[in-house]
């Protein structure tokens, strides 16, 4: 036990750092890195039979991480709860599939989305936008976009079908630029 004990401490000290910036990459989130980095460690600890030593510590504790980090985001994906009622969501398409007039893209002129992007309140706007969509859009595209995942490897971090990955991206889009485009219409606000 004591050997174990002191083993642990020793990764503790020489992979924290690496592990903790991993976890950030993937998360953004520092407060949840920290949390997944303990208990990367704890788990370690509580496995520790099952390390028979034919990988290195770093290799072994960087699976168990990326596990964590899985598991969390499948987590988090099944806790998703719709914020916007079905019936209450803006519509885009006629039952034919063609856009209704008023919810067709706008040509892009001088103060279009890319003139936007310029806006000192772009970023704001950006994650007020993201924050509204309802969760498991949000972190499709989070992981899409933002952290550059592939798309299978964002339904399997998920815990999702293919199917519900792309309609789930699609839909993501279309309420990303209603809101961005509502925003751009609305007068500025400091709130955003």
Not at 57 to 81: N, Q, S
Not at 119 to 127: K, R
């Amino acid at each position: 036990m004591p050997e174990k004990r002191k083993i642990l401490t020793q990764w503790v000290e020489a992979y924290t750092d690496e592990l903790y910036a991993w976890a950030i990459r993937k998360t953004s989130n520092t407060a949840l890195s920290e949390d997944l980095v303990q208990d990367t460690f704890l788990s370690a600890a509580e496995n520790w039979e099952a390390y028979k030593g034919a990988s290195k510590p770093k290799t072994w504790l960087f699976g168990i991480l990326r596990y964590k980090i899985a598991d969390y985001y499948r987590d988090k994906a099944r806790k998703a709860v719709d914020l916007v009622p079905p019936d209450e969501a803006p519509a885009f398409f006629d039952r034919k599939g063609q856009w209704l007039e008023q919810e067709k893209p706008q040509a892009c002129g001088s103060d279009c989305i890319p003139g936007l992007v310029e806006e000192p309140s772009w970023p704001n706007l950006l994650h007020h936008c993201l924050q509204a969509l309802p969760p498991l859009m949000a972190q499709c595209l989070e992981l899409t976009y933002l952290q550059g995942k592939k798309g299978k490897e964002v339904y399997e971090a998920l815990n999702i079908t293919a199917a519900n990955y792309w309609q789930s991206m699609s839909r993501a889009r279309l309420k990303l630029r209603h809101c961005l485009e509502k925003a751009r219409l609305a007068p500025q606000t400091d709130h955003l």
